[in-house]
Nanobody, 122 residues
Framework: QVHLVESGGGLVPPGGSLNLSCVAS????????MGWFRQAPGKQRELIAV???????TLADSVKGRFTVSSDYAKTTVYLRMDNLKSEDTGVYFC????????????????WGQGTQVTVSS
């Protein structure tokens, strides 16, 4: 059973940076595609980044050039580095994982973790 714990959120001013972590357990990390999602206040959850099992990173247009994804396979952790944060990046950030990439792309998961809150404000 997939168990994911997100952390690293906080309050930062516009232009600031944060590094989110997602620790995975209960899975064979290298065979799972990983996704980062965010849910802004009053909006639906959206996919913002994917790390495929081949190590290919795909980013939403809204975060390209500002966010990057990396992984530590020894720690079964995927990171979301966020730079030049904007107020519109405010929201709860979630990670999730599935073996079929299509499930990550369509957010087809049986459950979600609690996420980590990111607030960008001066």
């Amino acid at each position: 059973q997939v168990h994911l714990v997100e952390s690293g959120g906080g309050l930062v001013p516009p232009g600031g940076s944060l590094n989110l972590s997602c620790v995975a357990s209960g899975i064979t990390f290298k065979t799972y595609n990983m996704g980062w999602f965010r849910q802004a206040p009053g909006k639906q959850r959206e996919l913002i980044a994917v790390r495929s099992t081949r190590g290919i990173i795909t980013l939403a247009d809204s975060v390209k050039g500002r966010f990057t994804v990396s992984s530590d396979y020894a720690k079964t952790t995927v990171y979301l580095r966020m730079d030049n944060l904007k107020s519109e990046d405010t929201g709860v950030y979630f990670c999730n994982a599935a073996e079929p990439l299509a499930k990550v792309m369509t957010a087809d998961f049986p459950s979600w973790g609690q996420g980590t809150q990111v607030t960008v404000s001066s």
